[in-house]
């Protein structure tokens, strides 16, 4: 939540959150999410939370090869698991539905982040959210060494 308030876009704000457990530099993770910021882009689809939470989850427990099985299914189970819980609190993953917004495709201008802003958006707290949601779900099941 403190990553938002600072000026990161949803996804940046998991991402960054989660850094120290991840084998990449920072700066390159948060330039990675940088695009699924406002729904991927202010495009208001996917939650950039939620797209955050999957960018984590295929860091710590994805595949890396052109895989077809069962090591496929297995990641998308806990990807769509991951969704399950997120949509459970928030009853959906799209940022326009969770915002109550009717525009579809967003102008790519975001808006400045005043204190106006922070007070109609409840973006922090999704952020929150989603951030307790894959910590949850890191400790239930934890990575394994290699």
């Given at each position: 939540?403190?990553?938002?308030?600072?000026?990161?876009?949803?996804?940046?704000?998991?991402?960054?959150?989660?850094?120290d457990m991840l084998p990449v530099d920072e700066k390159q993770i948060s330039m990675l999410a940088s695009s699924f910021g406002g729904g991927m882009g202010r495009l208001r689809e996917v939650?950039?939370?939620?797209?955050?939470?999957?960018?984590?989850?295929?860091?710590?427990?994805?595949?890396?090869?052109?895989?077809?099985?069962?090591?496929?299914?297995?990641?998308?189970?806990?990807?769509?698991?991951?969704?399950?819980?997120?949509?459970?609190?928030?009853?959906?993953?799209?940022?326009?539905?969770?915002?109550?917004?009717?525009?579809?495709?967003?102008?790519?201008?975001?808006?400045?982040?005043?204190?106006?802003?922070?007070?109609?958006?409840?973006?922090?707290?999704?952020?929150?959210?989603?951030?307790?949601?894959?910590?949850?779900?890191?400790?239930?099941?934890?990575?394994?060494?290699?």
């Amino acid at each position: 939540m403190a990553n938002f308030m600072k000026g990161y876009n949803c996804s940046q704000s998991i991402v960054l959150a989660f850094a120290d457990m991840l084998p990449v530099d920072e700066k390159q993770i948060s330039m990675l999410a940088s695009s699924f910021g406002g729904g991927m882009g202010r495009l208001r689809e996917v939650c950039g939370s939620v797209s955050g939470m999957f960018m984590i989850a295929g860091l710590l427990y994805g595949y890396d090869g052109p895989e077809t099985g069962q090591i496929k299914a297995d990641h998308y189970a806990r990807i769509q698991e991951l969704a399950r819980r997120f949509e459970e609190k928030h009853g959906t993953i799209v940022c326009r539905e969770m915002l109550g917004l009717r525009v579809r495709h967003d102008a790519p201008t975001p808006e400045a982040r005043t204190s106006e802003y922070y007070k109609k958006r409840p973006c922090a707290e999704i952020i929150g959210d989603a951030a307790e949601i894959l910590e949850q779900y890191i400790a239930e099941n934890p990575v394994a060494s290699e």
